[in-house]
């Protein structure tokens, strides 16, 4: 059993908390059940100088220590800040409710901790309990913000010493859930523990600018500058289009102009920019389904209108309305009746739901998921498909943001169901599944040694249970379909099965739903989907 | 001191009911929150998998018929199974859901009395031998509810403290009002069923006192049962200085944020709240925020704006 991490150890130990130790992770089937090498690497001296890993030896955001006490104290004052505002109407109404219900009534029965994939991956690691980040929490709150005397604070475990050692390990632990939310689907009190890790996020974020790069400066800044949190600019964007043009007519023979800023179209289809820079086959197969369907749709070249990333949704409610305020613009500008969006899990919650909130007036432009548009496309016939051509080992992996937290669980089944004979669920499923790993940023966080974290850790689960959906497959000369209809969680299972070696050894692929959509056209005459490697 | 007992009952009574109030109504006022919600929606038509409207396309276009009845249903017996701990971890739910049961029943069984004492007022003579049904009827479901509760409330109690100390990741998140209050639950819940079997168990004394609280004469008691009763009332008043009133905003919390997937619609109410919600100043000190600015104008910063411009 590993060793008890408590609430004090947080502020008084001034070791590394916990060390990941392999031989506690979760074990995997063979021929991942072989302990090679340590799941992660170990940060330089250098690094680790530089960046704060007190808490499990990785680093997400790496603060720098502070120099001075003066510093310290700063640090600690501008945290209480931003916390105390957590709790007022005008700076925090969008969360204040939930955030509330969860620090007052969660009565840490411990009930969420077997359903979070990473606790349990981790060989249940205290410090990833669900419950962990709300409770260190909830002790600054009753010394520091409420001010309750020692007596009552002793009365209910209250105390704690606010360091600058116990922020930094805070911060990383916020950025040690996935924000799948299985915690808060199980709570029978309603309490949810992943908003609390992004209610610590925020502060970190709204208050005292700190968040990991990749999701603030390269990601939600850089999108709201250029255009796209991948650095792509419109200019860029018009390559690349040309680009999956010729790409479409080199594979199927057919010359189709993907329609972009077409003013007065039905719907602005909006996708994830990682399918432009790493998964184009993505968006050829979706321009093939859409143009022999007669949909009637463009896209954007407009900032914000070509990416449907919105990383604020994980970590700040300001550039989360950005965002959104910005596609809304954009479509608004577009004459379009609607906006749809392609297959990226995040962008559906956040695009389709919760912006639903920040939006009014003639923003407030009807948007939808495409998957059910797809599905009518399947099932009613307006293109002709074969089952055959697609048929090899499938498994359909639930994006959380789609699936537990805003209800599409059917449309892909029934086109799987269709069109993939060798068709199988993972166990659980549907809102039941697990994360893929990469969840709430972690996908797009490659700094130091976090990737072998969200490898070993956090992705564990979804690996070993993908593997356990093809068990009856399990060698190489099987080649093996991972359907994962978001941009996201493609990303993860790339680095995953990689770290792995899934492809090598169980012969596992991943790809997108549009993807085995267009491989069974029976007039498409080469197989759309290419068993390579990327 | 049968006097002293009456003015204590309603002294308990008025606090419990007023602090449940005053915190009820707190969390309802809070102002309306971006949607956070988490399938299964239990009233949402396929609501066994766990799909909402949002799979049909232009869901706008269509009605979203909502089954309140159902959620209310589910949301309510989750009090009387607590699946979730079974699932999870049996040994826990053998004591806790005795405990939690024990709770509702002596609620239920202090109604009852309330409702029999007003019998009795009215001439019902209730007991095992009563000439009528109803008296033979509510004497036997007092005898069910509150021999029930006495008796889960002692073994649940005393399991809790049990299971809280025996198992590691609850004994890590406890703190010691947790065992004052499992303490304090037996003294009470122990107390009433000595009193029960010992020395009033046809629970003539109960009725006798709830017909004295409403008829405001104060009650002959054995001291067993008023010490029982003392400690019953001071229960009442600390009930809310506790978690407890999860018990009525777990209903909430699943209605208000779980379940809670209705859209916002252009001039909508909810709209509305929005737009004043939007136009107060926020006051978040990162670079990345205007200072005195509204929600609304640092969310459309037009700095950002300038700074796209210059990008293209």
Redesign the interface.
């Given at each position: 059993m590993n060793r008890?991490i408590?609430i004090e150890d947080f502020s008084s130990c001034r070791e590394q908390l916990v060390e990941i130790d392999p031989a506690e992770l979760i074990p995997l089937p063979p021929p991942y059940d072989k302990i090679e090498k340590p799941p992660i690497r170990k940060l330089t001296d250098d690094q680790l100088k530089r960046m704060d890993a007190s808490l499990d030896g990785v680093v997400a955001i790496g603060l720098p220590p502070p120099s001075g006490p003066e510093e310290e104290k700063a640090f600690i004052d501008?945290f209480l800040?931003?916390l105390a505002?957590l709790f007022t109407?005008?700076?925090n109404?969008?969360?204040?409710?939930?955030l509330?219900?969860t620090l007052?009534?969660c009565?840490?029965?411990?009930?969420c901790?077997?359903?979070c994939p990473t606790y349990i991956a981790s060989g249940k690691q205290?410090i990833y309990?669900p419950?962990m980040r709300p409770?260190i929490l909830r002790r600054i709150i009753s010394k520091y913000i409420k001010k309750e005397n020692s007596l009552v604070r002793?009365?209910?475990?209250?105390d704690i010493d606010l360091t600058w050692q116990t922020l930094a390990r805070l911060a990383e632990l916020a950025y040690r859930c996935t924000l799948c939310?299985r915690c808060?689907?199980?709570?029978?009190?309603?309490?949810?523990n992943a908003?609390i890790s992004r209610e610590i996020r925020k502060i970190f974020?709204?208050?005292?600018?700190i968040a990991p790069k990749e999701i603030h400066e390269k990601g939600s800044?850089q999108q709201?500058?250029?255009g796209s949190s991948t650095g792509m600019?419109?200019a860029a964007l018009k390559n690349i289009l040309e680009f999956v043009e010729e790409e479409i007519e080199e594979k199927t023979g057919r010359k189709i102009k993907i329609p972009l800023d077409k003013k007065g179209a039905d719907m602005l289809i909006i996708h994830n920019a990682g399918e432009f820079m790493a998964w184009p086959e993505n968006l050829e197969a979706f321009a093939i389904i859409l143009d022999a369907a007669g949909v009637d749709y463009t896209l954007s070249s407009e900032?914000a209108g070509y990416d449907s990333v919105n990383y604020g949704v994980w970590y700040d409610?300001?550039?989360f309305?950005?965002v959104a305020?910005l596609q809304s613009q954009v479509a608004r500008a577009l004459g379009v009746r609607?906006i749809s969006l392609g297959e990226c899990g995040h962008a559906h919650k956040a695009g389709?739901?919760?912006a639903?909130?920040?939006?009014?007036?003639?923003l407030?432009i009807?948007r939808?998921?495409t998957?059910?548009?797809l599905e009518?496309i399947v099932m009613s016939g307006k293109i002709k498909l074969d089952p055959g051509r697609n048929n090899f080992p499938v498994t359909l992996h639930d994006p959380c943001n789609m699936?537990?937290?805003?209800?599409?669980?059917?449309?892909q089944r029934r086109i799987l169901r269709k069109i993939a004979p060798q068709f199988r669920e993972m166990t659980p499923h549907?809102?039941e599944n697990y994360c893929c790993g990469g969840g709430s940023g972690f996908a797009i966080t490659q700094s130091t040694n976090f990737p072998d974290w969200r490898n070993a850790v956090s992705g564990r689960m979804k690996f070993k249970q993908i593997l356990e959906a093809f068990q009856d497959v399990p060698g190489p000369e099987v080649k093996k379909y991972v359907c994962a209809p978001c941009s996201n969680c493609k990303g993860q299972f790339r680095d995953m099965f990689e770290y792995y070696g899934a492809w090598k050894k169980s012969g596992i692929m991943y790809g997108g739903l549009v993807e085995l959509i267009v491989n069974a056209m029976v007039d498409i005459e080469k197989p759309f989907h290419q068993w390579e490697w990327h | 001191m049968g006097t002293l007992i009456i003015v204590l009952t309603y002294i308990a009574y008025v606090l419990i009911v007023t602090i449940y109030t005053i915190k009820v109504r707190k969390w309802l006022k809070m102002p309306p929150h971006i949607r956070w919600d988490l399938y299964p929606v239990i009233h949402e038509k396929h609501y066994r998998y766990g799909g909402s409207y949002y799979e049909e396309q232009e869901w706008w276009t269509k009605p979203r018929p909502k089954n309140r009845w159902r959620s209310l249903l589910y949301s309510l017996k989750d009090n009387f199974y607590m699946g979730e701990y079974y699932k999870k971890n049996p040994l826990y739910w053998l004591f806790l859901l005795p405990w939690h049961l024990s709770f509702i029943f002596i609620i239920a069984f202090h109604i009852l009395c309330f409702f029999a004492a007003v019998s009795m007022a009215c001439g019902l003579e209730i007991g095992a031998s009563s000439a009528s049904l109803s008296g033979q009827s509510f004497y036997y479901i007092l005898l069910v509810t509150g021999g029930f509760s006495f008796i889960a409330g002692t073994c649940g109690s005393l399991g809790m403290i049990f299971i809280r100390l025996y198992d590691r990741s609850l004994r890590t998140f406890s703190m010691p009002m947790n065992f004052f209050n499992y303490i304090f639950f037996l003294i009470v819940y122990g107390s009433g069923l000595i009193a029960w079997l010992a020395f009033d168990p046809t629970l003539d004394e109960y009725r006798t006192y709830w017909l004295g609280l409403i008829t405001l004469s104060a009650p002959a008691l054995h001291p067993m049962t008023l010490l029982h009763i003392v400690l019953f009332d001071l229960f009442l008043i600390y009930l809310p200085f506790t978690r407890s009133t999860h018990y009525i905003t777990r209903i909430l919390a699943y209605f208000f944020i779980r379940w809670d997937d209705e859209p916002n619609q252009r001039g909508s109410k909810m709209e509305g709240q929005i737009i004043e919600l939007l136009g107060q100043k926020v006051s978040w000190g990162a670079p990345h925020i205007a200072q005195g600015k509204s929600w609304a104008e640092v969310a459309t910063e037009p700095g950002f704006i300038a700074i796209k411009k210059d990008s293209k």
């Open positions: 008890l408590k501008k800040a931003g505002k109407v005008e700076n109404w969008t969360f204040l409710q939930p509330v219900h007052e009534y009565v840490k029965c411990q009930i901790s077997d359903s205290e309990r419950t409770e002793k009365f209910k475990s209250s939310r808060a689907q199980v709570c029978p009190i309603g309490c949810d908003l974020s709204q208050e005292m600018g800044v709201l500058r250029v600019t419109s900032i409610d300001f550039q309305a950005r305020i609607k389709i739901v919760i639903d909130r920040v939006l009014v007036g003639d407030n009807p939808e998921s998957l059910p548009l009518e699936v537990r937290l805003m209800g599409i669980v059917e449309p549907g809102v | -």
